[in-house]
C-alpha cells in the first residue's frame, strides 16, 4: 500500500523564523493535499498539488511538489503563533483511496 | 452556511454497546468518507461512499459499519465487533473522489 513519511515529526521555532517539513511517498502522487488541524479538531484545507514541479502559495505558505511526483514540502515563511498546529500530507492512490502522513506538530515559541 | 456537521462531541459507551456517529453535509457533495485518527498518527480511512446508496470499505472497516441513504448523510456504526473503538473519528466529504476534502469538527468516542 502506498505510505506518505512527514518529517520531522514534531517541530519548534521561534516566531518569525522558517521553516519546512516534508511528506515522502513510496510511490507516484496522484494527489498531494496539504491540511492543518487544530488538536482535536477536524481538519482545514490548504493546498493540493497535482503536477510534477507545481509550486502553490497563500499567504506565507508555499507547497511544491517535485518533478518526480515523489516528494511534496510545505515551508512557512516569517512563522507565526498562528501557525502552529499539526499539519498532514494526504493523497489520492491509484486504487482510489485516500492516505494520509502521521502529520507533524507545529509550536511557534512567541 | 454551507459545512459538515459531526455529533455529538464527545461520545461515552460501554464496551459491547453499538454506537452511531452522526455526519452531515449540506455542500451538495457526492463522495462522502469516515477516518479515524489515533494519538500521534495520521488519518485512517474506513469506509467511503460516492454516491447514494453505495460505499466501500477503506484500510480498517473491520468492526465499522455505514449506511447512505441520503446523499447529504453517512452515518458510521461502531459495532461491539470493534476491538479498540476509542477513538477520535472524523468524517469528510468532497465533490467528487480526487478533490479536496472537506472535513468536520470530529467526535471523540471513549469507550468504557
Known amino acids: 500500500s502506498q505510505e506518505l513519511e512527514q518529517s520531522p515529526q514534531s517541530l519548534i521555532v521561534q516566531e518569525g523564523k522558517n521553516l519546512t517539513i516534508n511528506c515522502t511517498s513510496s510511490k507516484t502522487l496522484y494527489g498531494l493535499y496539504w491540511y492543518k488541524q487544530k488538536y482535536g479538531e477536524g481538519l482545514i484545507f490548504l493546498m493540493m498539488l497535482q503536477k510534477g514541479g507545481e509550486e502553490k502559495s497563500h499567504e506565507k505558505i508555499t507547497a511544491k511538489l517535485d518533478e518526480k511526483k515523489q516528494q511534496s514540502s510545505l515551508h512557512i515563511t516569517a512563522s507565526q503563533p498562528s501557525h502552529a498546529g499539526i499539519y498532514l500530507c494526504?493523497?489520492?492512490?491509484?486504487?482510489?483511496?485516500?492516505?494520509f502522513g502521521d502529520g507533524t506538530t507545529l509550536t511557534v515559541k512567541p | 452556511d454551507g459545512g459538515i456537521t459531526q455529533s455529538p462531541k464527545y461520545l461515552f459507551r460501554k464496551e459491547g454497546q453499538n454506537v452511531t456517529l452522526s455526519c452531515e453535509q449540506n455542500l451538495n457533495h457526492d463522495a462522502m468518507y469516515w477516518y479515524r485518527q489515533d494519538p500521534g498518527q495520521g488519518l485512517r480511512l474506513i469506509y467511503y461512499?460516492?454516491?447514494?446508496?453505495?460505499?466501500q470499505k477503506g484500510d480498517i472497516a473491520e468492526g465499522y459499519s455505514v449506511s447512505r441513504e441520503k446523499k447529504e448523510s453517512f452515518p458510521l456504526t461502531v459495532t461491539s465487533a470493534q476491538k479498540n473503538p476509542t477513538a477520535f473519528y472524523l468524517c469528510a466529504s468532497s465533490p467528487l473522489r480526487g478533490l479536496e476534502q472537506f472535513f468536520g469538527p470530529g467526535t471523540r468516542l471513549t469507550v468504557l
Open positions: 461512499s460516492q454516491i447514494v446508496n453505495d460505499f
Open positions: 494526504g493523497a489520492d492512490t491509484n486504487a482510489g483511496k485516500s492516505t
